[in-house]
């Protein structure tokens, strides 16, 4: 049988056109945090299965590519469940192994934290448009901070880093989980319902509030608490002003909603609005839920209206560190769609501003020794003045050859032949 050529479904190979894109999109993203004070970590691709696993992934839990254990300590015959087969998994985000990580060299770090982690992650999910098996997420969490600063840090550098991209028009959608709790607390729902309840809202964009009414009254809650529910959302669905609707939904959920709570998301929208380095606007939606279970307080994500989707998000995790440790550590991260990045980067025709000419120098079959040598230390001197020079052998087919070359971005070409 031969050998399969195509990679594995959900995974994709790279070619040199998109691979420039995104080394160049990776060195913004790098140089833009790294002004913001990032410091680059890593962390290994695979975690114990015990820890990914820990009811705080969401969804994501389900989507674990596990790895069976080794040699010795795998043992098919005698198993009995899948612990006795699996001890490991691939990581299907950065932030857990990130806890791991602050939980296992907290001594030997500053506080508060600021991490820049790039690398790929693994989930079994459903390939479609901008979603992968395998791909690549680029992660920034300042981890110690407990006042909204770390908030306002993310979503700048971020939207910061979209900016030099080129990307405009974009929003900062944001919420927060104890609005969300108070929402539904006021409606009169059960705590152990929460959950199912937010399922359902996240919902919203999809099916609509008469959507959410159908679902949550055919899951059997009062009618009731739904419609109370509900009119919330009516009254700030026409107000533009995300300052102005928080007020209006405090004003009405009362003391089931914290003042500490709405004063520190209308600070981190006016402080972001007034500093902002990019076209975007920050916008409140009580509907944003986001489907980890790790998440705390503030959420927000990024809608590029070119994709028509979320293109990355975040938010704050202060109990997440606590679960290794047995201490809380106030912690908060933004991570970038970084593959739909570059899918509407590939689809808008993106070139690499700036780059320096790309020479290739096309020497024939059996060209003499000694004149190759001088060929290559013209080559050599090139680039020590930031040129880039491609040295190959002339192929038959020089035309065709050519025009591979000028589609990876070559402009130039010398042709060195034994004459």
């Avoid at 098996?133 to 550098?157: K, M, N, V």
């Avoid at 107000?239 to 909603?257: H, Q, R, S, T, Y």
């Avoid at 590029?304 to 998000?313: A, N, T, V």
Wanted: net charge negative.
């Amino acid at each position: 049988m031969a050998l399969a050529k195509k990679p594995v479904t959900g995974m994709k190979d790279i070619l040199p056109e998109e691979m420039q894109i995104r080394d160049y999109v990776i060195g913004v993203i790098k140089d833009t945090y790294r002004s913001f004070g990032f410091t680059p970590i890593d962390t290994p691709c695979m975690e114990s299965i015990g820890n990914l696993s820990s009811k705080q992934g969401g969804e994501n839990e389900k989507l674990i590519f596990k790895v069976l254990k080794r040699g010795e300590k795998l043992k098919l015959e005698t198993a009995e469940s899948e612990a006795d087969l699996v001890d490991m998994g691939m990581r299907y985000d950065l932030t857990l192994p990130l806890a791991r990580f602050y939980s296992n060299n907290a001594n030997n770090l500053p506080s508060p934290f600021k991490a820049l982690q790039i690398g790929s992650v693994w989930r079994a999910d459903r390939p479609q448009r901008g979603r992968y098996r395998q791909f690549t997420q680029c992660d920034i969490d300042i981890l110690g901070e407990p006042s909204d600063l770390a908030e306002i840090e993310l979503i700048l550098a971020t939207t910061t880093t979209l900016g030099k991209l080129g990307f405009k028009n974009f929003e900062i959608r944001i919420n927060e989980r104890r609005i969300l709790k108070a929402m539904a607390a006021y409606s009169g729902f059960s705590e152990d319902a929460y959950d199912e309840i937010f399922i359902t809202l996240d919902k919203m964009d999809k099916i609509g509030l008469d959507g959410v009414a159908e679902e949550l009254t055919g899951a059997g809650h009062a009618k009731e608490s739904v419609d109370k529910y509900l009119d919330l959302f009516k009254i700030v669905d026409n107000e533009p002003d995300g300052v102005k609707a928080i007020g209006m939904l405090a004003d009405k959920l009362g003391d089931f909603l914290e003042d500490e709570v709405k004063q520190n998301l209308v600070e981190i929208i006016e402080s972001v609005e007034k500093t902002k380095a990019a076209d975007f606007k920050m916008v409140f939606d009580p509907t944003l839920v986001r489907g980890m279970g790790y998440y705390t307080g503030t959420i927000f994500e990024i809608a590029i209206p070119e994709f028509g989707g979320s293109c990355g998000g975040g938010g704050r995790y202060d109990k997440m560190i606590g679960n290794f440790t047995g201490n809380n550590v106030p912690a908060c991260g933004f991570s970038i769609g970084f593959e739909r990045i570059i899918l509407l980067l590939m689809e808008q025709g993106f070139q690499i501003p700036e780059q320096p000419k790309k020479i290739a120098y096309l020497i024939e079959k059996n060209y003499p020794a000694d004149k190759l040598c001088e060929v290559i230390g013209k080559a050599q001197d090139a680039r020590k003045n930031g040129q880039h020079v491609l040295v190959v052998r002339m192929n038959k087919n020089k035309k065709f050859q050519k025009e591979k070359l000028t589609a990876e971005g070559y402009e130039e070409f010398e042709e060195f032949f034994n004459r």
